[in-house]
């Protein structure tokens, strides 16, 4: 009896094995197409009050304990999406951006938002300056506008109440100890910050106010691609 129970608990355990195994090499192979969707996942609702309220709240503007956007990253932020502040969107028509803009630059925000940079800031105000990932994926996060965003193109921010929309004048490679680009400026410009294809610099695009409306008033066709899922849908 002792025999034909110790049979019985090994085939168990070599049948649990064998699901172990196969679920760690599942995991591996789906390990990108896992991570894009926990990404893509992430979809909150903003409101002009919930834009408010957020931007009174504190948040980590420490971008030196940024890491980059690995499985074991992104999977804490999105267990941990509620720590997210979103004030906003940030809409790229031409890149097919479109995500939510939330403050600070912790590694969950960054994980599945776009993040401001200074604890200041504000729409439309001087230099708004926004960081996000550029990941293997052309469609996630800012990777778009590493691959498609030019001079010339529209960019569309709102908190909800106002529309302010940019016009890209500037695309250039920096080196990534060029924390000066952060800084307030006199003139009202947007500047967008992503990692290049190495990591090793940043890709900065700048935009200049062009107009400012009110949410309600905004043409329609805007209003339409800020009220659809976020990209990485």
């Known amino acids: 009896m002792k025999n034909k129970g110790r049979g019985q608990f090994s085939k168990w355990l070599y049948r649990v094995s064998l699901v172990v195994l196969l679920l760690i ?3 591996l192979i789906f390990n990108q197409q896992i991570k894009n969707y926990m990404v893509s996942s992430y ?14 709240k504190r948040a980590n503007f420490n971008f030196k304990n940024a890491k980059s956007l690995n499985f074991s990253t992104v999977a804490r932020a999105r267990m941990n999406s509620q720590k997210i502040l979103p004030v906003g969107q940030i809409l790229v028509p031409r890149s097919d ?3 939510p803009i939330a403050k600070g630059v912790a590694n969950t925000t960054l994980a599945l ?3 401001t940079m200074r604890p200041d800031q504000k729409m439309g105000r001087g230099n708004y300056p926004l960081a996000g990932h550029h990941m293997v994926r052309k469609d996630i996060l800012f990777s778009p506008l590493y691959f498609k965003t030019r001079v010339g193109d529209t960019i569309y921010t709102t908190d909800m109440k106002n529309v302010y929309t940019f016009k890209v004048y500037q695309r250039k490679f920096i080196a990534a100890t060029r924390v000066d680009v ?3 400026t006199k003139s009202n410009i947007i500047t967008l910050i992503t990692c290049d294809a190495t990591g090793a610099r940043r890709l900065m695009i700048r935009g200049r106010l062009t107009q400012t409306t009110k949410y309600a008033k905004t043409p329609v066709k805007v ?4 009220a659809a899922k976020f990209n990485n849908k």
């Open 43 to 56: 979809q909150p609702k903003i409101t002009a009050k919930s834009a408010a309220n957020n931007a009174q």
């Open 25 to 27: 090499s599942l995991g």
């Open 113 to 115: 938002a776009a993040g």
């Open 223 to 226: 209003q339409k691609e800020f």
């Open 182 to 184: 952060v800084n307030q």
């Open 97 to 99: 951006v479109h995500l």
